[in-house]
């Protein structure tokens, strides 16, 4: 509460400042929790630059990264509000808004990046984004947030089989924890900020995350096994708030959304050089780096699926996504 009565204050003290400028200016301001030197904010900064260019400098976008204005669940808060524009989240925490996004998280639906992709950027990532509206979130666009692999600390994990017995964080998020558990390990959820420390000391034995982040947390200090078997591919998404969205002109919303989807190509090409550097950090840091069949680990997990397609709302979109 205090976090928000600050940025109420901080809103209305930019209001008051903004009075003189010209009528026809807006200032779309955008927070999120990365930092700058991250794939996804590039993307961002190139969102920013095209709808200040494709608006002649009638809209501006300011950024501000680093959590600055709070964690992704406050500032979400914070959009349907309508005190701030827009954030980036990751798909996981905008299923907890609205549940067509838990699709993106079931453990083995995409077959490579290209169907990702093709299935984001189509009509079924269309319907996706727009069911936040309800909730008041209206995602613009995907980011790519890479594929998600297990890493250990103590021994590699080359088969379902390896991971008995090992305690693995994970997001705390029911399709990870159920993902671990079916394939043979023991899922511990735990905040993010807290893992480094759980390595060291025992408290768990490995995690599973994308190689942009298994370097920038430097958990691969202590975790020299990685393992590329790429569970789940759960992509970032460009929100902006209904409040701020309705506040706009068709042709301002027009805008927003092709400048969305211009940053979202940008953004691809800026995540997949990172991954090449990291990988090639990682092999520097003598970390062992395993790609494993990964047909065994699907089909120790294919509980997941069976499970999540019992809603038959899940099953359409499921079906659809298959298809494409």
């Known amino acids: 509460m205090n976090r928000h009565l600050y940025i109420f204050v901080f809103f209305i003290s930019v209001l008051f400042n903004s009075c003189g400028e010209l009528s026809d200016q807006k200032v779309v301001y955008l927070a999120h929790t990365l930092p700058t030197s991250h794939p996804v904010h590039q993307g961002m900064e ?3 630059k095209k709808v200040k260019e494709d608006s002649e400098g009638k809209l501006t976008v300011k950024i501000f990264p680093d959590g600055q204005l709070g964690t992704e669940r406050e500032v979400l808060e914070l959009l349907q509000i309508g005190s701030i524009a827009m954030t980036k989240v990751s798909a996981a925490t905008m299923a907890n808004f609205a549940p067509e996004y838990k699709v993106t998280g079931v453990p083995y639906l995409f077959r490579d990046r290209e169907h990702l992709f093709k299935v984001l950027e189509g009509k079924t990532g269309e319907n996706i984004l727009l069911s936040g509206s309800e909730y008041l979130l209206r995602g613009l666009c995907f980011y790519d947030a890479g594929s998600r692999s297990f ?3 103590n021994k ?3 088969i379902p089989a ?6 693995i964080r994970v997001m705390n998020h029911q399709m990870s924890v159920d993902m671990v558990n079916e394939m043979g390990g023991s899922a511990t959820p735990m905040a993010y900020g807290e893992l480094y420390t759980a390595l060291q000391q025992g408290v768990v034995d490995g995690a599973e995350n994308n190689p942009p982040s298994f370097v920038t947390s430097r958990h691969y200090e202590i975790c020299k096994y990685y393992t590329l078997d790429e569970h789940s591919s759960v992509p970032d998404v460009l929100v902006m708030g209904t409040k701020y969205w309705e506040t706009l002109t068709a042709k301002e919303q027009d805008l927003i959304k092709e400048a969305a989807k211009f940053s979202s190509k940008a953004q ?5 050089k990172n991954v090449e550097e990291c990988m090639v950090k990682l092999k520097a840091a003598d970390v062992e780096i395993f790609k494993p069949e990964k047909s065994l680990f699907a089909e120790s997990s294919k509980a997941v699926l069976s499970n999540f397609i019992k809603d038959p709302k899940m099953k359409k979109i499921i079906d659809e996504i298959k298809a494409q």
């Open 268 to 272: 691809q090409e800026f995540w997949r």
């Open 162 to 167: 390896d991971l008995d017995g090992l305690k």
């Open 151 to 153: 890493y250990t600390k």
């Open 46 to 48: 190139v969102f920013a």
């Open 156 to 158: 590699p994990i080359k």
